[in-house]
């Protein structure tokens, strides 16, 4: 399936066809969770890779076997990608499973279980660094245009996935309703240690010091820039050009200070605060 130039849109959101159909995202909203189930919740480019590979490791005891031998997208399926009813056929026991999903698409489904919900936030400017620079390498994206062009696009929530802004603010307002977790990739990046025992204490699956220092050693991003079942280089160039740039770029906190100008710093500042007003998150993104 490539439809590389086919968007799919669903309640007001596009979403890239070629890994979407009207089907996959319908079969979402039905999810069966089971009890048992992690999912990762994250806008992309917020830490997604980086979550699915420590919860493989913690979730085999410390051991990289399979977080080394096997692609991410089988060992924590997106459930609203097309293949997603294929692989969890196969995944009997514990689940650790992937969504870029708004909180209202999974709501339903969700609140008939008591699935551990982990959801990793990450300061918005850097994300939309890293959006746009995946743009210009994942053939299935359309073309970012300008950095300017860009930004725009995102603020107003005219990009893939939807708004950021919506995102954030619907799944931090139902937490109280689920077996939740915030997680931030500030924290990951200024503690990993301290931010895998605070993931290993939430699914309840305590750990040897030594088996940490595993995980610890395996996730850092110059480890996990070159394991090819996380680096997307199975992936062929036609659909994600890495000749243009790399899925595991640079894997840093404020990066977005090399591409905002002081303009776009202030100006997206100011509608960040008007957009969060009549929400309770506080967020401090900075390290």
Not at 38 to 58: A, D, R
Not at 123 to 151: C, Q, R, W
Not at 230 to 235: A, K, S
Not at 253 to 278: M, N
């Amino acid at each position: 399936m490539a439809n590389l130039d086919v968007t799919v849109r669903h309640s007001g959101i596009n979403f890239p066809g070629h890994l979407h159909t009207l089907k996959s995202l319908e079969s979402a909203q039905t999810f069966k969770f089971h009890d048992t189930d992690t999912l990762i919740v994250t806008y992309p480019k917020s830490g997604t890779t980086w979550m699915q590979e420590i919860l493989t490791i913690i979730y085999n005891d410390g051991n990289p076997q399979l977080a080394n031998t096997t692609p991410n997208w089988l060992r924590s399926p997106w459930i609203e990608h097309y293949y997603c009813e294929d692989v969890v056929m196969n995944m009997l026991h514990q689940r650790t499973l992937t969504t870029h999903l708004p909180y209202h698409f999974l709501a339903k489904s969700l609140k008939q279980s008591n699935a551990k919900v982990i959801y990793v936030a990450r300061n918005p400017k850097d994300i939309i660094v890293s959006f746009y620079h995946f743009h210009k390498m994942a053939n299935f994206l359309p073309e970012p245009g300008t950095f300017g062009e860009f930004l725009e696009k995102f603020v107003t929530g005219e990009v893939n996935y939807g708004s950021w802004f919506d995102h954030i603010k619907e799944w931090i307002n139902h937490r109280d309703e689920h077996n939740f977790l915030f997680i931030t990739y500030e924290e990951l990046i200024k503690d990993l240690r301290k931010s895998v025992i605070k993931l290993c204490n939430f699914v309840e699956h305590p750990l040897s010091p030594e088996a940490i220092d595993t995980i610890v050693r395996h996730c850092t991003f110059a480890n996990m820039k070159e394991n090819k079942m996380i680096n997307y280089t199975l992936v062929p160039n036609e659909i994600m050009d890495q000749q243009r740039g790399k899925f595991m770029r640079k894997g840093v906190a404020g990066d977005w200070k090399e591409h905002f100008t002081e303009e776009q710093k202030q100006a997206f500042e100011k509608i960040y605060q008007e957009k969060l007003s009549d929400s309770n998150i506080v967020l401090a993104w900075t390290l």
